[in-house]
Structure formats: structure tokens, C-alpha cells
């Protein structure tokens, strides 16, 4: 590096330092002192004394002094900072002229980063709400819910009755203040119709708890939280826009919840979505539901904890007192062991457990996009700068200083990435609205999926990284070539070998990573089809349910509650287009399960919770019938089966447990919750096929089924086999339905609906890793396509050589392909050992969450197909370039140069 | 930093002052110092702490430039110069002191 020194002086000239801004004043001063002596010699004083009398003179020199230090420097500092700036934006217009005479790179390097940058962008604001966004409450670091801890169900998201939770409030010292809630469904009764919405009732001060402010009136009082008073709501912000048409004279008005008045008094802001997204209204708990009743165990505790205490401070105050609680009611405070405390955020996303590592999958696959992206623009500037080495060398000869060659690639990668991040932005701000509708509300986020502040920071955090990995690596090179040689060169655009080598390892990386995308979206599609195709036990194709909830003061009681039903089943069963309809307390694969535990008379031993697990819903015998779930021995619930009767229908998996190899028909069965202290008899009369009741994925549970005709529970569903038409008939259900029960809302849902919801997790993974794989797998294939394309114009000269010497067209064209397919082998090689060695270490981590389902990582099919898409399209991509080379007319090829 | 400007000169117009006596070509501050105690006939005395602390002031808002170099009796000096900047400042300043002291001498004429 012969040439490294002047630029290194001239640099250190130009950006004097502070120092010797006081140097340079001590001179100036120092000059101008000894001048006005020496004039005062002249004039005759005596020279001991001049210098101290031109001081005198002077005033005061040391404030001076300090003074004009002090304006110099800042002089220097800001004189610092503008040559920067020039020569920043100098580079900046540079980079933009360079980049106007290279429009397609421009574009092709735009067009990628935006597209890595806009993945990256929206999964980001995806996840924001999840998990990032702040809770909308008030210091929310000490809000926090309480679970107990149920060791027979392991579940540590028990709930509690209202004098316990008073008693915590009372007893734990990190507690602020508690309160207690739950949620359900209430019917809105309004003139021109009712509809059923989400609403959640609550004990104790909950909105101070949360430091909540309404945007309308006020919250509760606490003679209101107690339930004494009148009838009072507050309604959320999204049910006033919508049915109260955003009525600024709500407070005070009376609104009819199941058929009795209240007094609206408040309105909660839209992102007050307590205690999820979806619940429009806010209830005290009626006082007659069970306040003063330990065992009413239904509510969930959340607390503000006191400032400075931490969730491990309380749970150990309250595993004290659950402790010393167990033996004084053992069924109740006895049936948890401990607690657990959770931040609200994790305690109140139902799919907390899952959502980090689909996040992550998530972050990972769009960053590998990134990474694609980043090595695709890098090789393509590679390319470039091979091009460029003769006008990079000849500025450096004449005197440019390196740091500001390197300065001036950053710079244009920079714009690049500028222009890249800001598209992608503007894709991302279109998509991420298009995915509010694609998670259902219910799990717990804060405010919509969107672009904020904090997205676009981490936008522009990708976007100022991208040039780092694509500009860097020419910028390095050009740093390192030597000049003489370049020049020498001729510098006709020969790319030198070691620039070509790293693009052919660009490349290979490149396709590699492709190749792990494209491989996990298949096999995630892979595991959609299996779980479409797991056999429920029940044919949900041609099934219509509809959710309906009589008003509880038109149903007071059982009979009146068997009347209506029975009432709306003559009026739905009437129709031609309905063939069969049956009534159910609970939808399988709906969300909700009663858990019930089960033994035969000899195995019934011992304390319930020891007992084996099933599930249990109330049906009538039409049920089996319109579901499709078929009846093995036995019979189905008649008219003579009701709630008194004892009767029950087992599935087989139940029959086997309990009476292995022998009819279950006829025999007794005892069952009842984990907790309670003694078993209900049933006598079974029938056995029907197993069903998928909780879930899709996993064995099917055994279930047991039992008389709906004579409870109590007022929201029932039907499930209507339809006949021809789905559409037609779902209109002629809600035709009926309102002439038979006008004031009562129903939600209709084809079953398949309800099914295809429990696939979610992969149909939303495969979309998205279909998605990135897509865009992954396309830029792989640019990737080749540019690179074989830029080797064959490089060797078009040897290319029309070899022609002319009567070289095989056919031969030329082989040998080009042959190289875009080795390129493509070590990558895809290189993939198969990632995707392998990754996908056996996580394959217990994404089996057991279900995330992969009837497919191993390995999947052999999956890997083929795969592969063999990637075979095909590097060949194509090299094929291209190749026949255009052999095509050349071999005298132009040689001329050429 | 009005302070140290005082005795000789009305307070606010040492910047007038030196900017004007620039106009003519670079100048030292020793040469400037002289040069307006000469000009306005002993009347005019700008200390030189205020001289100096002007000049700095100067450079730093841009209005003047300075350069070491070598005086006529070769000695070694900062030369300071005007700068475009400065030309405008030094035709705002005069503007506003002529208009100044119009209005003082109204003032002192007494009513019409």
C-alpha cells in the first residue's frame, strides 16, 4: 500500500482537532501582545515593563483567551460536521447518477430488498400486538392474573369463588387491590331484533384494578361493582359505533339484556379489549349468582400487585394460604396444590403456549427471506463492481482516498436500501391490514395489526442492516485490490476468479436456504392434508348448526325451557330442506369441553381424579342421527330419556375401557367431576362410533353422552342435516327460526366451518411459509438465472471460439446447464443437511405442539418433490442463458471486445 | 458577551466597526485596532479584549474567514477577511445604525 500515506495527511489537515483551536488563539494573542510592546519600547518605556503595560491595555486576557478558545471550537465542530454532510450528500448524488445509468440493477436490487424488507415488516406488526405493543392498562408490569394449580388435570389456570378471592386480597401484601371475573354470551334485545354478544361479569374493583378510563360517563361505583344497586353496563366502544351508532347521549340510556333493563353508564375505548378482543359489554356479577358461595369456584382473580413486589413475592403468599386452606375444605381450596401468577398479556392469549414458537417459525422463515434477498443483491453487486474495478481504479489513482471509495458504495447501497425499505413499507402497510381478519379476535392482542412507530423503527433497524450484508462485500474487495493491477488489467469488465467464487458461493448459500423454506412449507402442507383427512367419526359436511339462548325470563324453568326447544325443533325439522335435526348442550370441536371422569362399578375405587378422563355433553337421540355419528349396539336416547332417567351413550373407546371385550349395553357406568366426592350412576344404552371432540390431532377421547331433555341449560345448539343447498337451507333455518322465536338471536355455522377453525395453526402456517418459500424459491432462481447469464457473456468470447472450431452446439449448451445444476447440487446439498440436522434436533418440539402432524421431518415424498422442483428450475434457468450463447453467431461472439 | 465592549466605542457597534473596516481588504486584529483609532481620530477606541472576542464571534457565525500569513513588516499574523455573509451583515448593520441615529437626532431636535 505505497499510496496510503499522502491521503492519510491530507485527511488529518482538513480536520484540525480542538487542540489546536487554543494553540492557534494562544498564538494570535501572543502576536498582537508582543507587537503593542514593542510599539511602547518605541515610544519609551522601558521593555521590563511594555509587555505587562500592553496587557494592561488589553483588558482582560484571559477571559479573552477562554472566549475565543470556546468560539473556535465550536466553529471547528460544526465545520466538522458540514464537511460531512457535503460530502455525504456529494456521495448521495453520485450514487444516484451511477445507479441512473445502471436502471435494471436498480430496479432488480430495489424490487428484492423490498420484498425482504416487507416479509420482515409484516410479520413484525404481526407479532406487535401479540406480544410487544404495551397492555392498555395502567402500569401494567404489576397487573397480573391468578391461576390455581389442579395437579390430576395439570392445569395451572383454576379459577376461584368470590370469597376466596377476598380472602387473598385480604391476605397477600403484595396485592394491591383483586378482583374477579368471567365471561359469557348475553342476549342484546332490541326492537328490530336481538343478537347475542360477548360480555364479561365481574366482583371487586376491576377497573381500578386495571386503571382503566372510560372515553364516555364513568365505570362502576363500588355499590354498583356489588350488584345492590340499579341496573347499570358499561358497553365498549366498538358495540356504541355499531348498534348505538355511536349515540354521544348513551350514558343514561336503557339498554335490555336478556330481557331485563339496565342503564348503560360508560363507554371503554376501542383498545380496552378485557378480557379479550370481541366483549362489548361490562356487568357487575348479580348478587344472587353465588357471592357469599366458596364453592362457586368461576372466577378469574386479577391483581394489581404493590409497587416494588414481584409475581414469585406472590405466589409464595399465596401458596401459603392455599396450604393452609386445603385441609379446612378439601374439595374446594384442596383441589389446587398451588398457584400460578402470570402477566396479563400471557394470562389472557388463549394460545400463549403456541404463539411464541409460531412467531418465531415465523421470524425465522421471513428472515431466511431476508437473508436470500440480501445474497442475491450482494452477488448482482459483485457482478457490478467487477464491472466497475476500472473506474473505481482510475478515481483511486487520482487521488480519491479509499475510505471514501468504500463511503461511496455504502452510500449507494444505502439508497438502494432506502428506496427498497420504503416500498416495502408501503407493501407492508397494505398487508398487515389484510391480516386483522385472518386471527380471530379472541386471542388476546393489543389493538389492531398495524404499522406503528415501533414496527417502523424496527423497519428502518432492517432497512439501515440490509446494506451491511449486500454493500459490504464489494466495498471490502475494492478496498483490497490492488490498484496497479487493475489498471493493467485493461479493466474490460473480466470479473477476476476470486469475485466469481463468491458469487458461485453466494448462490449455493442462496439456494440452500431456499431449499430449507421450500422444504418446510411442504411438509407444513403436507401435515394440512393429513389433518384435514383424519376421520372426525362424524360427517360435518352436510351439518348446519345454530347457537340459540332464550331470554332467561321467558324460561324460568325446565319445562318452559323443553317447550321452547321443542318448539323450535317441530318448526327448523318442518322444512324440506332439512333431514334430520338433533339439539346439544356443547358442538364438538367447538372450543368448549366439560371434563368428567369414569369407571365401571368394579374398576370405581378410590377418589374420582385418579379415574380416567372423558368428556361429556348433553344430546338428544336425533343428535347421532344428523351428525353422522353411527350407533354401534344398543340404542340412541329416546323421548323416554331425560335428565332423571340415568340413561347414557358411551363411544367405543369409553365401551372398551370400561368392558373390554364385552357389550357395554345395559351395564352401569360411574362418572363425575375430578373434584366432586361421589360418582353419578348411568345405565348405558348404547354405544356409537368414537368422534374427535377437543381436537383434531391426538387419540380421540373417550366420550360420554348424555340426556339433554329436562336441563337447565338454556344455550343449546342444533345441528341440522341438510338437504340439497347449503346456502338455501341455512337462509330457510333463519326464516324459521325468527318466526318460531323472534326475540331470540341464533348463530349459524356450517359444522365444516367449526372443524376447518382447529386448522387453523397449519393453514395459517402454510400460508405464510408458502408465501416466503414462493419468494425464496423465485430468488434462488434469479440467482442461478443472473449468475450462469453473467459467466456465459463473460466466456461468449471462448464460447464463440470453441463454436468456430466446430464445437457441438448441443455440447456448449450441456456443459452451461451442467454448471447451473452442480451450483444448484451443493446447495441443495447443503440445504438437505440443514433441513435434516435442524428438523431432527426441533422434530420433538414440533411434534409434540402438533405443529407437524403425520409427517416426520424427513419426509421422504415431501423431500423428492421438493428437490426435484429445484432441479428442474435451476436447469431452466441455466438453460435460458445457455441456448442463447450456443445460438451466437460465433464470429460476433468473437469480435465482440 | 457585550460586557467587555465599553469605554471608546457606543455598546452594539464594535461588530458595525470591525466589519466595516474589513470591507476594505484583510486585516490583522493589531492592524484593525490602528486602523480605527487613526480613522476616527483618537475618538473611537475599541479595547482590544473586545476586538479579539468580536473577531472569534465573527468567525464562528460565518461573516469572517481567517488565515495565517505574513504582514508588510513580515511579521506572522492572522489575516481576517470578509466573507459573503459578512458583506450582507455589514450592510444590515449600517442600515440599521444610520436609521438609529436619525431617529436619535430627531429625538434630540425637539418637537417641530
Redesign the interface.
Known sequence: MADAGEPRRAFRRDGDTLADASREVDEELRIHLEWVAEELIAEGWAPAEALNEARRRFGDVEATRSYCIAQSQRARRWGRWRMGWDGWTQDLRYAFRTLRKAPVYAFVVVATLAIGIAANTVVFSLMNPYLFRPLPFAEPDRLVQIGGYDPTEQWDGGRFSVPQIEEMGARARSIDAIAGYYYGTVNLNRSDGSERIEASWFRGPLFDVLGSTPILGRTFSAEDALGEGAPVAVIGEQLWRTRFAGDPSIVGREVVLDGSPRTVIGVMPADFTFPFGGIGIWLPMPAEAGVADRAWMSLHPVARMTSGATREDLRLELDAWVEENAPIWPDLDGRYSATSVKGLREALNFAWSILPIAFSLLLASVAFVLVIACVNVASLTLARAGTRRREIAVRAAIGAPRRRLVGQLLTEGFLLAGVGGAVGVAISWVAARGLNGVIPPELFKVGEVSLDGRVLVFSAAVTLLTPVFFALIPAWKVARAPLSRTLKDGGGGGESATTLRARRILVVAEVGLALVLVAGTGLMIRSLTEVTRIDLGFDAERVLTAALSPDAEAVSNAEALDAFWDEVVLAVDALPEIEAVGTASHLPLNHETIPVRFASIDTGVGALDGWPGAYTSRVDGEFFSSMGLPLRSGRLFDASDDVASGSVVVTRAMADRLFPGSDAVGRTVLYGSASSTEPIRGTIVGVVDDLRYDRLDGAARPHLFRPIEGSLSRRRFLAMRVRGDAAAASLAVRDALSAVAPDVPASLRPMGEIVRENTLLWAVSSLFLGVFGLVAFGLAALGIYGLISYSVAQRSREMGLRMALGADAAALTRSVVAEGLRLAGIGLAVGLVVVVGAGLAFERILVDQGILYGVGVTDPVTLTVVLGLFLTIAAGASLMPARRAAGADPVEALRGE | ?GR?IGGGVLPGTADLLILKSLSEGPAH??GISKALRTRSEGVVEL????L??A???M??KGWVTSEWGVSDQG????FYSLTPAGERRLAQEEEDFRRYIQGVFRVLQGPA
Open positions: 458577551m467587555r486584529g493589531f479595547q482590544d479584549a473586545a479579539y472576542q473577531l472569534h464571534r468567525a464562528r511579521r506572522r499574523a492572522k
